[in-house]
């Protein structure tokens, strides 16, 4: 598909979503267990906490705070440290770090990492810009929390070409066309000793519980992108007490509202 069709990898992503579902549906079991994982090894998955004002966000964290185990906060802007200062006046929970490529400078970006870890920060996702590869190496080798590829890599051939400048990888299946070459990734990221996260786009419960199928072999999972919307048609995998909770329907684990 990819020599005749390049890119559209999320349309490539909900066939192989459809087909998993079937394969699962044949086989009458759900791709967890196809896949060998237990499921009470499933993540707690963070709630992200976007940049906003001072008061948007002490607001969000408070609902949040009481659903969710570990928050994920945007930052890569001039009021980074503002922004985690008003998330723990109110809260101590975890927090996971994506700075969207916003940092510049790999010796503010390094001083940032310390910084946080300070704050009780657990890891960082893409601290710079993808094409300073040499200077996201140069803060992996330093830093003193794991740092996470997410916009330096979509493919299973990215891995080989990010794994000595990153701690661990993103897999997305909107970027990676799906079920199939994220389980490729999740093997190949594991032999090279880097640690996983499993990600999503704002999408619906049917990908979203996609993704879970797999959270329970990853180190952290951000899989709140069904709970961001209105208007989801499906029910499938369901955040209880801020865990991912993974239910037995074959397939992966989904039915239309």
């Known amino acids: 598909m990819d020599a005749i069709m390049p890119g559209n990898t999320a349309a490539k992503a909900?066939?192989?979503?459809?087909?998993?579902?079937?394969?699962?549906?044949?086989?009458?079991?759900?791709?967890y267990k196809i896949w060998g994982l237990d499921k009470e090894?499933?993540?707690?998955?963070?709630?992200?906490?976007?940049?906003d004002t001072a008061d948007a966000v002490r607001e969000k964290t408070l609902e949040a705070a009481d659903r969710f185990n570990i928050l994920k906060v945007k930052l890569g802007r001039d009021n980074d440290k503002e922004m985690i200062d008003t998330i723990r006046s109110v809260t101590?929970?975890?927090?996971?770090?994506?700075?969207?490529?916003?940092?510049?400078?790999?010796?503010?970006?390094?001083?940032?990492?310390?910084?946080?870890k300070e704050q009780g920060i657990v890891m960082v996702e893409q601290p710079m810009p993808k094409t300073q590869l040499d200077d996201i190496a140069w803060i992996t080798r330093q830093s003193p929390l794991p740092i996470f590829a997410d916009e330096s890599l979509q493919r299973l051939e990215d891995i080989v070409k990010i794994k000595d400048a990153f701690s661990g990888i993103n897999i997305k299946l909107m970027k990676?066309?799906?079920m199939r070459e994220a389980w490729k990734m999740l093997t190949l990221a594991r032999a090279l000793n880097m640690k996983v996260m499993v990600g999503c786009m704002t999408e619906t419960s049917c990908a979203v519980s996609a993704a879970a199928q797999f959270s329970p072999a990853v180190d952290f999972a951000?899989?709140?992108?069904?709970?961001?919307?209105?208007?989801d048609l499906f029910k499938g995998m369901e955040v209880v007490k801020g865990k991912i909770t993974l239910n037995d329907l074959p397939g992966i684990g989904i039915t239309k509202l």
């Open 14 to 31: 909900s066939v192989d979503i459809a087909l998993h579902d079937l394969t699962g549906k044949l086989l009458g079991a759900p791709w």
């Open 92 to 116: 101590n929970l975890p927090i996971a770090i994506d700075a969207n490529q916003g940092w510049t400078d790999r010796q503010y970006a390094l001083d940032m990492i310390f910084w946080l």
């Open 222 to 231: 951000d899989l709140d992108g069904n709970l961001l919307i209105s208007n």
């Open 41 to 51: 090894k499933a993540p707690s998955t963070t709630y992200t906490i976007g940049i």
């Open 176 to 178: 990676c066309t799906g």
